[in-house]
């Protein structure tokens, strides 16, 4: 069975401060990580994905395949960060059903 | 094309009334996705179509639940018999092949 744990519901900081929100995932064959993002009133958005190797608004995310993590960073949060964060995967390739974990609510405070 | 498109987005319904609801992919999509969102939970995969094609149904997906694409474009999702437990946010989403999945606005269910 796959799985995505996201272990922590809130993280509050403070403009400036780093940022990493964590992600770790169990699952038996080769997977694709994700990051969708959700702000207030919008609709669920992708963030990034791990074969795009990208940082998007600042944030990066590396898998780690020996530690089953794909955690979110950013080294200086801005307050527009403030959202729900997803981690996800799917089968690598296949973009089929994507799992989620339950979500984080990142909070920056000015 | 603005994105994916649902429709209604709230419905509140007695339970054991049948709802159905409707999701529009960005238009060259050819894959279609349904998920289901209760409160406190990341979004739960439900189906997903290639083309009309149904190719995937999770266990979550009771025989009350039952899900369409027949002409490759446009998806309905029928609950029948609802319960208190199918109150949730129903999201679809829209992929072109195994490309990034864009999400609709989602419908909220309320039963009642």
């Known amino acids: 069975a796959q799985r995505v744990t996201q272990p922590e519901k809130l993280l509050s900081v403070f403009k400036g401060a780093p940022v990493e929100l964590k992600c770790n995932y169990s699952?038996?064959?080769?997977?694709?990580l994700f990051w969708y993002v959700q702000y207030s009133r919008q609709r669920l958005q992708l963030l990034l994905r791990?074969?795009s190797r990208e940082s998007i608004k600042g944030f990066t995310a590396d898998l780690n395949k020996g530690e089953t993590s794909f955690h979110l960073k950013k080294p200086f949060a801005q307050e527009e960060d403030s959202a729900m964060y997803y981690c996800?995967?799917?089968?690598?390739?296949?973009?089929?059903?994507?799992?989620f974990g339950k979500g984080i609510t990142l909070s920056v405070r000015p | 094309d603005t994105g994916v498109s649902q429709d209604p987005r709230h419905k509140i319904t007695k339970r054991g009334q049948n709802v159905t609801f409707r999701c529009d992919p960005i238009?060259?999509?050819?894959?279609l996705y349904w998920y289901r969102q209760t409160l406190g939970q990341g979004p739960e995969f439900l189906t997903y179509?290639?083309?009309?094609?149904?190719?995937?149904k999770s266990r979550l997906l009771s025989d009350r639940f039952s899900a369409e694409r027949p002409k490759g474009s446009f998806s309905t999702l029928e609950i029948q018999r609802t319960e208190q437990g199918d109150s949730a946010m129903y999201l679809c989403?829209?992929?072109?092949?195994?490309?990034?999945?864009?999400f609709g606005p989602g419908t909220r269910l309320t039963v009642l």
């Open positions: 989403a829209s992929s072109l092949g195994v490309r990034e999945q864009f």
């Open positions: 699952y038996s064959g080769s997977p694709e």
């Open positions: 791990h074969i």
């Open positions: 996800a995967l799917s089968q690598a390739g296949a973009n089929s059903k994507l799992t």
């Open positions: 238009s060259e999509h050819n894959r």
């Open positions: 179509f290639q083309n009309e094609a149904q190719l995937e």
